[in-house]
């Protein structure tokens, strides 16, 4: 069972008390973006075998949206972290190249 720990209120949630949201540090587009960077935005997903960013919402607890490294074989979570923030703190990614050989972060678009 997947557990992750709510960074607001602290609490170790297992996979029953949230909801996914999907991936994580997506660029939206507002209204001037073009039909390409649109479908880019609605269709193009990563689908990794290895390190995922996830979107999650502690729907019966404090009801926040946090994000949540992961990977997707071992299900092994290496941190969460608030929502607000545009790429991961520097443990989590720490933790990861340690983990992961070769592993580096890359910003999404």
């Known amino acids: 069972m997947l557990i992750l720990r709510c960074p607001y209120c602290g609490v170790d949630c297992d996979e029953t008390e949230l909801t996914p949201g999907g991936e994580a540090h997506l660029t939206r587009h507002g209204p001037e973006s073009s039909d ?35 990977h997707t074989v071992t299900l092994e ?13 520097k443990a989590i990614k720490n933790a990861i190249s340690a983990k992961v050989p070769g592993w580096s972060w890359r910003a999404f678009s």
């Not at 075998?49 to 949540?68: I, L, N, Q, S």
């Not at 941190?79 to 607000?84: E, I, L, S, V, W």
């Open 36 to 70: 390409a960077d649109f479908e880019a935005y609605l269709f193009q997903r990563e689908n990794p075998k290895g390190v995922h960013f996830e979107r999650w919402r502690h729907a019966y607890g404090c009801g926040k949206w946090f994000h949540a490294a992961r």
């Open 77 to 89: 979570v290496f941190g969460t972290y608030p929502a607000q923030v545009l790429e991961p703190p």
